[in-house]
């Protein structure tokens, strides 16, 4: 078995978790939407993730929605003392899976309850406010009013720790100044290379960045520069492309996801892989205008 502590830590708010770690948004059904089409799959998904090592999984009550934290409730509640879950809120589903801001105060309020209760829970570790002024990446407004409520939140003791997705520069450093911000979730691996600098900035700071589709999401990252470098060094391209990001910056977290244990054991690998600094050199430029993936 992978030993993922290869992988190092980072701290999130109060804890050092592992660098590697999983993203539970695959579990639901097609979508993202409605129960997996193989639940007992998804529950032994979960379970192996804690048997190799995992203390850090990625959560949403609005994957499904409820049926991911049903999920993981299921499968590993009690939780052990060093599980750290990570949610977030400010989206809700509508009836035909469409994915619709809910940043009111009272929005804000129930989908932390609902966290709770579906992850049975006292508190939750780690809450994200999920940004959605655009569906579409990071678009500029202010996140003063939501924020300001979930800080609310925090304070009632409902909440021990704050952290941003879907966000600009310019809204981390309004949030900074409402919240203590411990990580940031943003769309970006190999071949989505938008926040290099913002990146750079949070490692300075301390703060967690926590790449979402770090394998590129609903469509896996497809390359031919990412198939030699893991032809070369006898690795899969999904394992090259985790072993970059961490390699990319100390304050990196991987949350792969997926609905697979052999998929799941591939990736988690990754944090044995050495890649030598032609291959970084190589992998490098795929996200940059010298060749596009
Ligand atoms: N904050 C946000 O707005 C936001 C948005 C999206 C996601 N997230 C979080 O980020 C996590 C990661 O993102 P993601 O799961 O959407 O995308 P991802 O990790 O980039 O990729 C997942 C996709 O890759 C496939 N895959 C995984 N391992 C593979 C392997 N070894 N070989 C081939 N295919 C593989 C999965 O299919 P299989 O199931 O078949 O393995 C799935 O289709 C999510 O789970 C979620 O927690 C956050």
Same mark, same amino acid.
């Given at each position: 078995?992978?030993?993922?502590?290869?992988?190092?830590?980072?701290?999130?708010?109060?804890?050092?978790?592992?660098?590697?770690?999983?993203?539970?948004?695959?579990?639901?059904?097609?979508?993202?939407?409605?129960?997996?089409?193989?639940?007992?799959?998804?529950?032994?998904?979960?379970?192996?993730?804690?048997?190799?090592?995992?203390?850090?999984? #990625?959560?949403?009550?609005?994957?499904?929605?409820?049926?991911?934290?049903?999920?993981?409730?299921?499968?590993?509640?009690?939780?052990? #003392?060093?599980?750290?879950?990570?949610?977030?809120?400010?989206?809700?589903?509508?009836?035909?899976?469409?994915?619709?801001?809910?940043?009111?105060?009272?929005?804000?309020?129930?989908? *932390?309850?609902?966290?709770?209760?579906?992850?049975?829970?006292?508190?939750?570790?780690?809450?994200?406010?999920?940004?959605?002024?655009?569906?579409?990446?990071?678009?500029?407004?202010?996140? @003063?009013?939501?924020?300001?409520?979930?800080?609310?939140?925090?304070?009632?003791?409902? *909440?021990?720790?704050?952290?941003?997705?879907?966000?600009? @520069?310019?809204?981390?450093?309004?949030?900074?100044?409402?919240?203590?911000?411990?990580? *940031?979730?943003?769309?970006?691996?190999? $071949?989505?290379?938008?926040?290099?600098?913002?990146? #750079?900035?949070?490692?300075?700071?301390?703060?967690?960045?926590?790449?979402?589709?770090?394998?590129?999401?609903?469509?896996?990252?497809?390359?031919?520069?990412?198939?030699? *470098?893991? @032809?070369?060094?006898? @690795?899969?391209?999904?394992?090259?492309?985790? $072993?970059?990001?961490?390699?990319?910056?100390?304050?990196?977290?991987?949350?792969?996801?997926?609905?697979?244990?052999?998929?799941?054991?591939?990736?988690?690998?990754?944090?044995?892989?050495?890649?030598?600094?032609? $291959?970084?050199?190589?992998?490098?430029?795929?996200?940059?205008?010298?060749?596009? $993936?």
């Amino acid at each position: 078995m992978t030993d993922i502590s290869k992988s190092g830590t980072f701290t999130l708010g109060d804890r050092a978790v592992k660098r590697l770690g999983y993203g539970a948004m695959q579990l639901a059904g097609p979508g993202v939407f409605g129960p997996p089409k193989n639940r007992n799959g998804a529950l032994a998904v979960l379970r192996e993730a804690l048997a190799a090592g995992i203390d850090h999984i #990625d959560t949403s009550d609005f994957y499904g929605p409820h049926i991911t934290n049903q999920l993981i409730r299921e499968a590993l509640h009690p939780y052990p #003392d060093d599980l750290t879950i990570v949610t977030k809120i400010g989206a809700k589903r509508g009836a035909d899976g469409s994915w619709n801001r809910a940043f009111s105060a009272e929005e804000l309020t129930s989908a *932390v309850h609902d966290n709770l209760r579906n992850l049975g829970v006292d508190a939750l570790e780690v809450v994200n406010l999920r940004v959605m002024f655009s569906i579409h990446g990071p678009a500029e407004g202010s996140i @003063a009013a939501p924020l300001t409520a979930l800080a609310g939140l925090q304070r009632q003791g409902l *909440v021990r720790h704050i952290g941003l997705s879907n966000v600009t @520069a310019k809204q981390i450093a309004e949030g900074s100044g409402i919240a203590q911000i411990i990580c *940031v979730q943003n769309q970006y691996n190999l $071949a989505h290379r938008d926040d290099d600098a913002l990146i #750079d900035d949070l490692a300075a700071s301390g703060i967690a960045y926590v790449p979402f589709f770090p394998l590129g999401g609903f469509s896996p990252l497809q390359s031919t520069e990412l198939s030699d *470098v893991a @032809a070369r060094l006898g @690795a899969t391209p999904m394992q090259v492309a985790l $072993a970059w990001l961490l390699r990319r910056a100390p304050n990196i977290l991987l949350i792969p996801g997926t609905s697979s244990v052999e998929h799941l054991r591939e990736n988690l690998a990754a944090a044995e892989l050495e890649l030598p600094q032609d $291959a970084m050199a190589m992998l490098g430029r795929i996200g940059t205008k010298e060749v596009s $993936a």
